[in-house]
C-alpha cells in the first residue's frame, strides 16, 4: 500500500507557474505508475498527465500539452507536475494518484487504487 500527499498548489496568475509535488510512502514508488486528475467545482475528475515507472514515458491531456511536465524522482519516491502558461480553466483540486498492476500511463482514473487528498490551485485572470 501506499500513502500520496500533494503540495505546492496556491493562487497565481494566468500566465504563471507553479509545480506540484506529490510524495509517496513505501519502497516500492519506482513500480507505480503515477498520473494526476484534477476536479473543478460542479466537474467531474478529470486527468491531466500520467507518467510509468522510469519516466520515459508520459502522456498528457490535449487541454495541457505542451504547457504541463510531469516528471517522477524514484530516489525521492516523489512524482511532479510543472505548470506553466496556466490559465483561469485550470483552476481546480489536483489530485496525484498510483496504481501498480498498470504497465503504461494510463487516463482511466478507475484505473488508480490510490490517491492523495489533493491540494487546490486557483489561477486569477
Known amino acids: 500500500q501506499v500513502q500520496l500527499v500533494e503540495s505546492g498548489g496556491g493562487l497565481v496568475q494566468a500566465g504563471g507557474s507553479l509545480r506540484l509535488s506529490c510524495a509517496a510512502s513505501?519502497?516500492?514508488?519506482?513500480?507505480?505508475?503515477m498520473g494526476w486528475f484534477r476536479q473543478a467545482p460542479g466537474q467531474e475528475r478529470e486527468f491531466v498527465a500520467s507518467?510509468?515507472?522510469?519516466?520515459?514515458?508520459?502522456y498528457y491531456a490535449d487541454s495541457v500539452k505542451g504547457r504541463f511536465t510531469i516528471s517522477r524522482d524514484n530516489a525521492k519516491n516523489t512524482v511532479y507536475l510543472q505548470m506553466n502558461s496556466l490559465k483561469p480553466e485550470d483552476t481546480a483540486v489536483y489530485y496525484c494518484?498510483?496504481?501498480?498492476?498498470?504497465?503504461?500511463?494510463?487516463?482511466?482514473?478507475?484505473?488508480?487504487?490510490?490517491w492523495g487528498q489533493g491540494t487546490q490551485v486557483t489561477v486569477s485572470s
Open positions: 494518484a498510483a496504481d501498480r498492476d498498470l504497465r503504461i500511463p494510463s487516463d482511466y482514473a478507475g484505473a488508480y487504487d490510490y
Open positions: 513505501g519502497r516500492t514508488f519506482r513500480t507505480y505508475v
Open positions: 507518467i510509468g515507472w522510469s519516466g520515459g514515458t508520459t
